[in-house]
């Protein structure tokens, strides 16, 4: 058999994307470290209408031999040390133009770096994120490419056809531009997906905090969902996680507080500040892990006597009709397009430091299904960016529901918990503080923080009646 792509590695993503691409009728080969699960996989999809498709290699070089020419080759391997050997493996078996396709969750920088590398030896590489977990790359995950486009047009077919497709029947699928703009794409839909999912944990922390019990809270959350605006995948998989019992007690009791993470909402967060694009909620979303893992200092403190407990820290029992509960959405409406907001203006400005070519509607459009950000404000968000592609910011095109009573319950949430509770929600409150400054015409901590700057070190400051820098003669200090 020819094979019209290859896929090595056979874990989650890989084996659910090979079922995935084979059953839409492409001819996939492949090659597994382990030989042996390559049998059985192979073995076990022989009765599947499309199991003809898919054809198992015990080497590499039989691999190779199964594809057509040029070879098209999806790495699904560990991202990092395992990937970087699966190529330093392949460029020994493959030839001159053909192409390599890395989708593990790989920083832009490294994906820039293969691509010449590879380009230098003759092959040609594409970094291509997923996004979909499991389901995702059984059913029609998100992709999102970057490289050189005409490498891109010779998989396209293939990967159009495995995409989820999103409400009007576009793929999930779109070039987002030269060099690393994929794995950019991916980093940043991975920052948004840690500020949103730890702004999910937090409302269920508060919640908890002030007395609602883990059904209660699943039921408020089932509320919000039939509003609409917040229906989304990464809801659901709070509900469901809220919900989930053990025995007679629910699972989140029995869960240890420690949150892991791969490195992607690094890397976003870090890539942010060296740019100077400011993005407090996804920075605070990698903290908050942070803060998660420091567990032993956080238990020493408590021994040390360290209590924030005050007589006021006393939070009253909320139910589903609670005025607070209400108030709660809006803050959480308004900190997910503040997280989305942040998210996006990082992709335009790495787009400016690196010269993608990305077009950032074209871009969200790809987030509308198959991925974890999945959800009802990606179409209206899309609209908006289609709209009008110089929009300044995304909370622009939501106004209705920031501005007013929105901003006003958000704040009053915000005054309450810290009133009444110790609970942390550092999401929530830097959301709080990133609408609060990006609506702000003059920042004046700017004005007073640039004077004292030229007291102590002469660095000089601009005004805002004369062009220039300027110093003023300051007094002589102790
Ligand atoms: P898994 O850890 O489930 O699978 C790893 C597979 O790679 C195994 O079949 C393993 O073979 C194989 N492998 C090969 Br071939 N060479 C390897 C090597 N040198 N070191 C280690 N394993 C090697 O990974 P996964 O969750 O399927 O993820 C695959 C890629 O997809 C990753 O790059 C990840 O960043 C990306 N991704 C994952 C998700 C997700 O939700 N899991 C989502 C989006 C993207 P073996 O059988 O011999 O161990």
Redesign the pocket.
């Given at each position: 058999m020819s094979a019209d792509i290859g896929v090595?590695?056979?874990?989650?993503?890989?084996s659910n994307l090979i079922l995935n691409i084979a059953e839409k009728g492409f001819k996939v080969a492949v090659?597994?470290?382990?030989v042996a699960?390559t049998q059985e996989f192979v073995k076990a999809q022989a009765a599947e209408p499309f199991g003809a498709n898919i054809v198992g290699a015990d080497s590499l070089e039989g691999f190779v031999k199964d594809l057509k020419v040029p070879r098209k080759v999806l790495i699904?391997?560990?991202?990092g040390a395992?990937?970087d050997?699966?190529i330093q493996q392949l460029t020994t078996v493959l030839d001159k133009n053909d192409i390599i396709v890395d989708?593990?969750?790989a920083h832009f920088k490294d994906q820039s770096r293969r691509a010449a590398d590879l380009e230098s030896k003759g092959l040609r590489f594409l970094g291509m994120?997923?996004?979909g977990?499991?389901e995702g790359a059984r059913k029609g995950p998100a992709f999102f490419p970057g490289g050189t486009l005409s490498v891109w047009e010779e998989i396209r077919p293939v990967i159009e056809a495995a995409a989820a497709k999103a409400e009007d029947g576009r793929p999930c699928v779109t070039m987002n531009g030269s060099g690393g703009a994929g794995s950019c794409v991916k980093m940043y839909h991975n920052a948004g997906e840690y500020a949103i999912l730890q702004l999910w944990g937090e409302a269920f922390n508060i919640l908890s905090d002030f007395g609602a019990s883990n059904d209660e809270i699943a039921a408020i959350f089932e509320e919000w969902k039939a509003r609409k605006l917040l229906d989304s995948y990464m809801l659901d998989i709070s509900i469901e996680a809220a919900k989930a019992k053990e025995g007679a007690g629910f699972l989140t009791d029995k869960v240890l507080d420690r949150v892991g993470s791969k490195g992607t909402g690094l890397w976003s967060a870090q890539e942010a500040l060296e740019i100077g694009c400011p993005a407090p909620s996804l920075n605070m979303a990698v903290i908050s892990r942070q803060l998660s893992m420091i567990k032993s200092e956080r238990i020493a403190n408590a021994k040390a006597g360290l209590n924030v407990d005050t007589p006021n820290t006393k939070a009253e029992g909320v139910t589903r009709s609670s005025p607070f509960v209400a108030k709660l959405y809006d803050a959480l409406v308004i900190s997910i397009i503040a997280s989305y907001a942040q998210m996006f203006q990082c992709l335009r400005e790495q787009d400016k430091v690196h010269g993608f070519g990305l077009n950032l509607p074209a871009t969200i459009a790809t987030f509308r299904a198959g991925c974890i950000l999945k959800g009802y404000l990606l179409q209206p968000m899309t609209k908006a960016f289609e709209a009008d592609k110089d929009l300044p910011n995304l909370m622009c095109a939501f106004t209705n529901e920031i501005n007013g009573t929105g901003i006003q319950n958000f704040r009053d949430v915000v005054a309450e918990i810290t009133m009444k509770s110790t609970t942390a929600m550092p999401v929530l409150s830097a959301s709080l503080v990133y609408v609060n400054a990006m609506s702000q015409t003059v920042l004046k901590y700017g004005q007073l923080v640039s004077l004292q700057r030229d007291v102590f070190g002469r660095h000089g400051f601009e005004r805002v009646d004369k062009e220039g820098k300027f110093n003023h003669e300051w007094p002589e200090m102790q």
């Open positions: 090595i590695g056979l874990g989650v993503m890989g090659y597994n470290r382990t699960k699904l391997v560990p991202a395992a990937t050997q699966t989708t593990g969750n994120g997923i996004s977990g499991e």
